[in-house]
C-alpha cells in the first residue's frame, strides 16, 4: 500500500467544447487545476493531442510540486477526445494507482407494468 501523504487525486472532466484537469489531494482540497482553454488553445485546436501533451507536461509539473507520487484518476463527461487523452496520460511519466470513469449514464428509468388484458 501507498503513502497516503504521497498520492493525489486527478479528476478529468470533459464537456463538448473543453477538457477540465483539478488535481486534489486525498481530503478533496484543490491544489491545482487547468483546461484546454486556458493555455492559450482555443477553438478547434484543443482537440489536438499537442494542447493535450502541453496540459499532461504541466499535470507532471504541479504533482512535482506537490510532492505526489501515485495519482487516482477520475474521469467524467462524453467526449471525443477521451481516448486521445487517456493515450496520453498513461505515456506520461505520471503514475496511476487508479482509474475510474464516472460519468452519469440515463437509463430511461423503470419500465411501467402492461395493464391486463381482460
Partial sequence: MQNNKHTGILFLSFSSNNIHFLLTDNKGQIKSWTTANKLR??????????????IVNYLGSKSNEHNYSYLHVRIKGWGKNKK?????LKQSKLKFLSIIDVTAHAHNGCKIPRKRKL
Fill in 84 to 88: 486521445n487523452v487517456f493515450k496520453i
Fill in 41 to 54: 488553445s482555443k477553438g478547434i485546436k484543443k482537440a489536438l493531442p499537442l494542447s493535450t501533451f502541453e
